[in-house]
């Protein structure tokens, strides 16, 4: 079966500080992968998708840019953190087609 | 990708049925309509999803209209665990699933 993990679960990090957050898949090959972003009582907001090695799509022009440097592996990632980077963060894959999205848990990142 | 509408939150009782709709008078023919669920500081969970015709799983039922300009998800009986915020989202198979912000369901007692 297919399993996504997503790292750290929670995070704190100053204002300025790079920021990396990594996503595994396990158990298929080729998934198309996703990153979103919730902030606090809203809604998820899709950042970046990627459908291959090297494939990056981004949604919303921001300070966050996104790597995906083996087939399931996708990063986020951030030079100086902003305040506003604050929220939830979750990576997400799917097969394509009409197969569902499936969500890893999360990292809520506090930005000080 | 069609823009899909839904009531803000909505209560059920323990134990009765959860009937919670969702417009999607945009929609096109090729694009499928999708359940997630999100409990409180967990990633979405998928429900269910179909095209055109009436879906069941272990889960819950999706009803879509004929016109698929609306459908709804049934939760048969539902528990306190059901308590969530339950997205109802359109895809056309264009990679981007765009999740809109959903019904907050309470379950209560």
Not at chain 1, 76 to 96: E, I, N, P, T, V
Request: with cysteine; net charge positive.
């Amino acid at each position: 079966s297919q399993t996504i993990h997503q790292w750290p679960a929670t995070l704190v990090q100053p204002v300025g500080s790079p920021l990396s957050l990594e996503c595994t898949v396990e158990g298929t090959s080729n998934p198309n992968l996703y990153w979103y972003r919730q902030a606090a009582g809203r809604g998820l907001q899709l950042l970046f998708y990627s459908v291959g090695i090297g494939q990056i799509s981004s949604e919303v022009p921001q300070n966050l840019s996104a790597s995906r440097p083996q087939d399931r592996q996708f990063i986020l990632s951030s030079k100086k953190l902003l305040l506003s980077d604050s929220g939830f963060y979750l990576c997400a894959w799917s097969k394509g087609g009409d197969s569902p999205l499936h969500f890893g848990n999360g990292t809520r990142l506090t930005v000080t | 990708d069609a823009k899909t509408t839904q009531p803000p939150s909505m209560d059920c009782a323990e134990g009765r049925a959860a009937n919670l709709p969702c417009n999607h008078s945009t929609i096109s023919g090729n694009e499928y309509v999708y359940w997630y669920r999100q409990i409180h500081s967990q990633g979405p969970q998928y429900i269910i999803h179909g095209l055109k015709n009436n879906e069941t799983n272990e889960m819950a039922s999706l009803i879509i209209t004929e016109d698929r300009k609306s459908s709804t998800l049934i939760l048969p009986h539902a528990t306190l665990r059901d308590t969530a915020v339950y997205y109802c989202i359109v895809y056309s198979g264009t990679y981007k699933y765009i999740f809109g912000t959903g019904t907050r369901l309470k379950v209560l007692a």
